[in-house]
């Protein structure tokens, strides 16, 4: 999915069809950013943002950013970093 210039994590949700399975946890939706050379998971409650919340920043998005909907029965955080920060190592080494 090619993102937009100024396009916010509900945006990019959206344009990518936005969660469709039964079991997707939109509550526990984080965006792994790198900044300053250093990974950053941030929490972001897309459901909260879908029902118009208050208190619920709906990020915009930075070159190079992954969203991710979990399912119900999904990964933690640190597992998600291990499982990109692998996937990173490989692309520098293909590109």
Do not use: C, F, H
Not at 86 to 92: G, T
Request: overall charge negative.
């Amino acid at each position: 999915l090619l993102l937009e210039d100024g396009m916010t994590v509900m945006q990019a949700i959206a344009a990518a069809g936005g969660w469709v399975k039964q079991d997707a946890a939109p509550a526990r939706t984080l965006l792994w950013r790198q900044q300053g050379g250093e990974p950053t998971v941030i929490a972001v409650d897309a459901l909260a943002l879908v029902r118009g919340g208050e208190n619920v920043e709906d990020i915009p998005l930075m070159a190079g950013d992954i969203i991710y909907v979990p399912g119900k029965r999904a990964i933690d955080t640190a597992d998600l970093t291990r499982i990109i920060m692998s996937l990173a190592s490989v692309l520098r080494l293909v590109y």
